[in-house]
T-cell receptor
Framework: LAKTTQPISMDSYEGQEVNITCSHN???????ITWYQQFPSQGPRFIIQ???TKVTNEVASLFIPADRKSSTLSLPRVSLSDTAVYYC????????????????FGKGTKLSVIP | SQTIHQWPATLVQPVGSPLSLECTVE??????LYWYRQAAGRGLQLLFY??????ISSEVPQNLSASRPQDRQFILSSKKLLLSDSGFYLC???????????FGPGTRLTVL
């Protein structure tokens, strides 16, 4: 399973673009990159997923270089409500039996948006 | 639309007591269901995975068990709670964990 490394925390002012980078040097060929957002005392919420190049939806963009050893979640013009923990997950979508996921979200990146 | 429910929202239990947490999903059929735990200061860890009624996969060794008696019902249980079972328990449904998953509101369990 690909291990991921993210910054523990980041600060940003309202209205700025925020880029959170995740390193995953041992990503496998069939692995996808998925980002979640979590507010305190709530379950994570799916933000975006990608395999390569760039993916964009209504809330974020995901940039993945050709070697796929890292990815960057980009949040345009953040607001106070974007203050949350952001998790990067890397893994395959196929299940091969009990214990095959061994999934832990890790501690993520705590983003604090400042007024 | 699909919704996911968990109860209770909070629970305080003594060490050695039994546990039963329930999760139900509405608006979808035959979902893949998951139990996660988030312990204080630690990441969210996948505990159990179910692809159908009676089909449970345990992802990590633990003091807990899971059951799926109905298509959209997922239960997390323990015969005797340990202090280390304290945490925030989340139920989720969806495809693979690495695809989009939808999480419930969670249960905050404190074992004293």
């Amino acid at each position: 399973l690909a291990k991921t490394t993210q910054p523990i925390s980041m600060d940003s002012y309202e209205g700025q673009e925020v880029n959170i980078t995740c390193s995953h040097n041992n990503i496998a060929t069939n692995d996808y990159i998925t980002w979640y957002q979590q507010f305190p005392s709530q379950g994570p919420r799916f933000i975006i997923q990608g395999y390569k190049t760039k993916v964009t939806n209504e809330v974020a963009s995901l940039f993945i270089p050709a070697d796929r050893k890292s990815s960057t979640l980009s949040l345009p013009r953040v607001s106070l409500s974007d203050t949350a923990v952001y998790y990067c997950l890397v893994g395959g979508t196929a299940y091969s039996g009990a214990g095959s996921y061994q999934l832990t979200f890790g501690k993520g990146t705590k983003l604090s948006v400042i007024p | 639309s699909q919704t996911i429910h968990q109860w209770p929202a909070t629970l305080v239990q003594p060490v050695g007591s039994p546990l039963s947490l329930e999760c139900t999903v509405e608006g979808t059929s035959n979902p893949n269901l998951y139990w996660y735990r988030q312990a204080a200061g630690r990441g969210l860890q996948l505990l159990f995975y179910s692809v159908g009624i009676g089909q449970i996969s345990s992802e990590v060794p633990q003091n807990l068990s899971a059951s799926r008696p109905q298509d959209r019902q997922f239960i997390l249980s323990s015969k005797k709670l340990l202090l280390s079972d304290s945490g925030f328990y989340l139920c989720a449904w969806g495809g693979s964990p690495y695809n989009e998953q939808f999480f419930g509101p969670g249960t905050r369990l404190t074992v004293l």
